[in-house]
């Protein structure tokens, strides 16, 4: 059960490898939560970060394997999940994503179906499921990883960025659907995030550790606002380029 | 079928349940088929009372009042509130024995949280003065008293409901002369100057508290204001009168903004209160409500805390640890989280139900407002220090305890949970509470 301080006991990842998902569940764990279920396609690396979630404080944590590219298995892999939790469960992060490097997918139409699947079809698969269980449960909440590139696509991240501006709509109506329910859901945008995911990439202002990210993580799940960004600055940032002329914003984002 | 949004007192952690309102056994009985919950007035200040996704009782239509014996016994269902027995013992010469700070609590409730009062050094919590109980359970129901059914009769109070669904309640009710107490004021410059005067003093008194400054720093850490007072006898009041307490008259229409109860504000209504006290003052008669019921004067008055709520930290511990509350005193002082005026309290003997707080020591009850990012970690902290110190956590105000920390605080928890195995064998009774604290809970 959640407190009142909003501090989950019992936590389910779906991409549970994630960098920024594995710092939220570490912060997670070293307040109140106890049971952790994480699933993913890799199970060496979901191992890994059972074993950190049982070090910082977790005393029962179960795995999930899962292929993001397959939405037809995002029911059977929730159900199995919040089975694993083994009572109600608190929080759901979601965390399943690709980036992907765009120059060798923009002209590849598997490459790019595939970055849709993987970043919106897989997870509004299982968003969809998740939100008939928790509003029968009467209370919970989800997390949903979505990213500042949603906000406003860049050509050198357009399907990355398109793909996450889908989920993020979506999931702002599924929020709205929810009011009233006892269950919530909240939408994480972390900027420019340094993370296996980002090995390589240049640098872009206002760029944070996953730690930071897992910080302001933990404050919004405290005060339970819709959207949060982070770092927070990026609200005003993002207020800003989004009403941009699309010269500039070219000018700006492609550099 | 209706699917409501609650939460307890501090309006923290809501869920929906469906609410379902019986007025009889048969009906109670009837709803214990799945996981159930009763729920009184919604007093307890964390998630005692709510279910997710599950049934919550709501009380209030297990009504009636027997007349009161010659010796005082009344049996009352459980759905009456305090406010309407005592609107109808009072002017009988009855009071009530033990009595939590509001009337707005039913008698069930009271039996969950085995409340206690200003007299719990005299007299204990209400499960000494409770000669019966009905109890509908998943295997039957239950009529307990302290000599019969006697097991589940005290692993019933302050169990918070999770033994079963409390339906009547007969109590010994107490004499009372006239409507006033006769009280004396005393106002202390610290902690160990108030603390010794009640280790010393309380026992000529029936009824004694202590308000107490936990936000002031250095020299004057834990300034406080001590009330004692007795009943008042006929020859004490110059018209004496035995008059049913007054509704409240004010009520606080809407929710505050979160900011409203900042450390500024709180610190200059600590300041305010504690000034607006007399240093000393002898034998001053106040009504019953304005003594033991200061907060129904304002209705809804937790909606001051606004949208984000508040918790009540309040924890015991025993006298050869009293050094415990002034180390919590002094951390929360240092934290700079702001806190109301604390209450600090001095129990007497315990009961033998394995769940009830009271413990032969001290109490210090404080409100939190939820926001400040260091409190989450600095109650854990407390919740360590109280630990080591022999000492508890009330669950009646508990909305944040770790299932690990409130079972090594309640010893007795084995001996409720094989009294609960046997009138529950399913676990149908929970709550969310009982989830978070893994009470009796399966997945625990």
Same mark, same amino acid.
């Given at each position: ?20 998902? &594995?710092?939220?569940? &570490? ?25 950190? +979630? ?5 005393? *029962? ?21 919040? +089975? ?43 968003? *969809? ?20 590139? +949603?906000?406003?696509?860049?050509? *050198? ?36 995030? &340094?993370?296996?995911?980002? *090995? ?49 914003? &070219? ?5 | ?95 009530? #024995? ?8 039913? @008698?069930?409730? %009271? ?24 109890? @509908? ?22 169990? %918070? ?11 010994? %009710? ?48 834990? $300034? ?18 035995? $008059?049913?307490?007054? #509704?409240? $008259? ?9 900011? /409203? ?64 509350? @002034? ?8 934290? $700079?989280? #702001?806190?109301?005026?604390?209450? /600090? ?12 707080? #009271? =413990? ?23 919740? =360590? ?60």
């Amino acid at each position: 059960m959640d407190n009142a301080f909003g501090q989950p006991q019992n936590v389910v990842v779906l991409g549970g490898s994630s960098d920024i998902a &594995r710092a939220i569940v &570490r912060k997670l764990c070293a307040a109140r939560t106890n049971t952790v279920v994480l699933c993913g396609r890799n199970q060496d690396l979901l191992d890994a970060a059972a074993a950190e +979630a049982r070090d910082y404080g977790a005393a *029962t944590t179960e795995t999930v394997l899962f292929d993001a590219e397959d939405p037809g298995n995002a029911t059977r892999v929730v159900a199995e999940a919040l +089975a694993k939790v083994g009572g109600p469960v608190d929080l759901v992060i979601v965390a399943v994503g690709l980036l992907g490097t765009q120059s060798e997918m923009e002209d590849d139409p598997e490459a790019a179906a595939r970055m849709i699947t993987v970043n919106v079809t897989w997870p509004v698969a299982a968003l *969809t499921e998740l939100r008939a269980r928790l509003v029968a449960q009467g209370r919970g909440r989800i997390l949903v990883i979505s990213s500042v590139a +949603a906000v406003r696509v860049r050509r *050198t991240q357009y399907l990355y960025g398109g793909a996450k501006a889908g989920l993020d709509r979506l999931c702002q109506g599924i929020a709205d659907s929810l009011e009233g329910t006892g269950a919530s859901l909240q939408i994480l945008r972390p900027g420019f995030v &340094r993370s296996k995911m980002t *090995t390589g990439q240049r640098e872009i202002p206002f760029t944070t550790g996953v730690n930071e990210v897992a910080e302001n993580t933990l404050r919004g799940l405290a005060t339970g606002e819709r959207i949060i960004w982070s770092p927070p600055i990026l609200r005003y940032v993002f207020f800003v380029l989004r009403h941009l002329p699309a010269t500039l914003w &070219r000018l700006l984002a492609d550099r | 079928m209706n699917r409501v949004r609650l939460t307890g007192w501090g309006r923290t952690a809501a869920s929906l349940a469906t609410l379902i309102t019986p007025t009889n056994e048969d009906e109670v009985a009837a709803a214990l088929s799945g996981e159930v919950i009763a729920r009184g007035l919604g007093r307890s200040y964390g998630d005692a009372a709510q279910l997710a996704g599950g049934v919550v009782l709501d009380n209030s239509g297990l009504d009636g009042v027997s007349s009161i014996t010659s010796e005082g016994l009344v049996t009352v269902g459980a759905g009456v509130s305090l406010d309407d027995l005592l609107a109808l013992s009072i002017p009988q010469g009855w009071f009530i #024995p033990v009595t939590p700070g509001t009337r707005q609590v039913s @008698v069930g409730g %009271m039996i969950g949280a085995d409340v206690h009062g200003k007299n719990h050094h005299r007299d204990g919590s209400i499960a000494a003065h409770v000669r019966a109980l009905r109890i @509908v359970t998943p295997v039957g129901t239950f009529e307990t008293s302290p000599t019969h059914e006697a097991e589940l009769f005290w692993a019933t109070m302050g169990a %918070m409901g999770l033994t079963g669904v409390v339906t009547s309640v007969t109590i010994q %009710m107490m004499r009372i002369e006239t409507d006033q107490v006769i009280v004396d004021t005393d106002r202390f410059d610290d902690l160990d100057a108030v603390m010794s005067e009640m280790k010393s003093g309380d026992d000529r008194y029936h009824y004694s508290v202590a308000w107490v400054d936990c936000m002031t720093r250095g020299r004057h850490m834990g $300034r406080a204001i001590l009330t004692r007072g007795e009943h008042a006898s006929l020859s004490q009041i110059d018209e004496p009168h035995l $008059r049913s307490p007054r #509704p409240a $008259r004010l009520t606080v229409p809407l929710d505050a903004p979160s900011g /409203l109860l900042n450390p500024l504000s709180i610190r200059a209504f600590n300041e305010l209160w504690f000034r607006s006290a007399p240093r000393h003052e002898r034998g001053e008669a106040q009504a019953l409500s304005t003594f033991f019921h200061p907060l129904d004067g304002v209705r809804d008055w937790n909606r001051l805390y606004g949208r984000r709520g508040f918790v009540q930290y309040q924890f015991c511990v025993p006298d050869e640890r009293s050094e415990a509350i @002034v180390e919590a005193i002094s951390r929360l002082s240092a934290s $700079r989280v #702001p806190s109301f005026l604390a209450v /600090l309290k001095r129990f007497g003997p315990a009961t033998p139900a394995p769940l009830s707080f #009271p =413990q032969p020591g001290w109490t210090l009850a404080l409100d939190l407002p939820v926001g400040p990012d260091k409190l989450p970690g600095t109650l854990d902290e407390l919740d =360590q220090l109280v630990l080591a110190a022999g000492g508890r956590v009330y669950l009646a105000k508990d909305a944040r305890l770790a299932p690990a920390t409130f079972a090594a605080m309640y010893p007795g928890l084995d001996d409720f949970l094989s009294v609960k195995a046997r009138v529950d064998p399913e676990g149908h009774l929970t709550s969310d509470l009982a989830r978070r604290l893994h009470l009796g809970f399966p997945h625990g």
